[in-house]
């Protein structure tokens, strides 16, 4: 038995295969070659097999995610139609004697920089089709073809390291836990496995070798461990610690219909996180009580161009609809940062987590943005809809947010598009906001603190550099602080305030934040029950404890 250690980002044990995900690593390398027939045709066939993928992929996305987001497979077959493309590549091996793969490489990097040229917004977002299709030609032609399907059985996923892009395209019934050798507590993909309830490490240093493909193991979220080959005793521990969760479980499920109230009567709005509508399942088994933060860019993450408005309508009408009448917040797109989507073409930046991101993507974007807005707006006809802007750190921003959204009802008004008048709220994730909530209270109907990013931009702590975790101080006094004085601000112009940032799922402040009166904690679905299983236990008259 081999045992690792790491650090839990969410508790639970699992035990299943290993499965390893290895980074693209396409190191194509040029080499001469002696018959140009035969390597056009080595690329032909290559070719003919990623049409093929392609198609079948355009089927399943069709069943699984609708004719429009599956039409990105129609356009990356098209591509590999295109007779520039394809002369471009033949010419290339013929003309320089080279490899297949060499050839797709250079052709790649040439279209990709001429449609990166173009002016044309459509023609731009071509640049990373191109690539992507090389890719999988080059990944035929290498034999590394592996889509980042997990497998048929779920599995535990072994990997250096995993982007939220990446995370989005697994099949979440195939995962049964995340380890990782790299990666932070509080990055998404941490995030995504607690809404998804499942155990996860991050900082397991083991070496991704091929051996351990398929080989048994068992991950203890509680303790941190990863055990391969588990031994008869680790394997009995490991059953019985399963078996005492399962009974707390069944124990939390009894506190379902039950109200979120302290013993002595204060109550609070315990509601959800999600990332997309395929975890409002979550959100129902977990009985919440509304969806207190939609990360609505991951929407853009699964996607491999803009979403469309219709598109987007659909996911948001659905979100409505599955809660019917509870409140539902919509987070305005926060892409940048760790949230990278490449259609986007954004810039390579210094400091992305201070960079173009999040609103200020937005504003710099009209389109974008208000693409968006209708989207919610056309959606906010089928329950109780809110919208909540990202990154705020001005009264200008606002200014510019309220100014487009005046003008999206407006155009929806002349084309007799119905729409309610939903509340508009903005995140608390930065120190500028905190310090002008005073201001910021009179122009919003809600503030939704963002602990996590707040927690980063005040300690100055990147969250997603797991070498800073032993600085990192959760309960830092400036962030409590700050916490404390953005609900001060907000009561004093009679507006609510909740917490969505993960820190709303610390159980240790659940009595310090009921005391200061917050009015709503948005937890990952799993922190639900035993969040309301926490403040039910509370008697704040009689308790004393500070955080
Ligand atoms: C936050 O920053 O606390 C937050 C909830 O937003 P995200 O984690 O998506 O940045
Ligand atoms: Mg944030």
Known sequence: MLEYHGKSVYGGIASGKIHIIKKNEQQIVRHKIEDCDKETERFEAAKTQAQN?????????????????????????????????????????????VNAEYAVGVTADNFAEIFSSM?????????????????????????????????????IILADDL???????????????????????????????RTMNIPALIGV???????????????????????????????????????EEFEKQRLLQE?????????????????????????????LENDAEGIGLFRSEFIYLENSTYPSEDEQFHIYKTAAETMAGKRVIIRTLDIGADKQAEYFNLDREENPAMGLRA???????????????????????????????????????????????????????????????????????????????????????????????LSQYTMAIDRQNPKLDEFFNPHHEAVLRMIETVCRNAHKENIWVGICGELGADLNLTEWFLKIGIDELSVSPPCVLPLRNKIRSLNLSAATTCY
Do not use: W
């Open 205 to 243: 240093n083991v070496a991704l070798s091929d051996e351990l493909e398929g080989k048994t193991a068992i991950v203890d979220g509680f303790s941190g461990v990863l055990y391969i080959d588990p031994d008869e005793e680790t394997l009995s521990k490991m059953q019985k610690r399963n078996d």
């Open 359 to 453: 609103i200020r993507l937005c504003l710099t974007n009209p389109d974008i943005f208000k693409t968006q807005l209708r989207a919610i707006y056309r959606a906010s006809k089928y329950g109780k809809l809110a919208v909540m802007y990202p990154m705020i750190t001005s009264l200008d921003e606002i200014k510019k947010i309220k100014m487009i959204s005046a003008e999206v009802r407006s155009e929806l008004d002349r084309k007799n598009i119905p729409y309610n008048v939903i509340e508009e709220g903005i995140m608390i994730e930065t120190p500028a906001a905190t310090i002008i909530s005073d201001l910021l209270a009179k122009e919003v109907d809600f503030f939704s603190i963002g602990t996590n990013d």
């Open 119 to 155: 002016d044309d917004a459509y023609m731009k977002e071509r640049a990373s089709d191109v690539k992507d299709v090389s890719e999988r030609i080059i990944r035929i032609l290498t034999n590394s073809d592996s889509e980042k399907d997990v497998s048929d059985e779920p599995v």
């Open 53 to 97: 993928q392609l198609s079948e992929l355009y089927d399943k996305a069709k069943t699984e995610v609708g004719e429009t987001s599956a039409a990105i497979f129609e356009i990356h077959q098209m591509m590999l139609d295109d007779d520039d493309y394809l002369n471009s590549v033949k010419n290339i091996i013929t003309e320089q004697n």
């Open 163 to 193: 982007a939220p892009s990446e995370t989005v395209q697994l099949d979440k019934n195939l995962v049964l836990s995340f380890v990782t050798v790299h990666g932070s507590i509080n990055s998404h993909t941490a995030i995504l496995a």
């Open 255 to 283: 506190l379902k219909g039950k109200e979120n109230i302290t013993k002595d009567g204060t109550s609070v709005l315990v509601y959800a996180n999600i990332g997309n509508v395929r975890d409002l399942i979550y959100v």
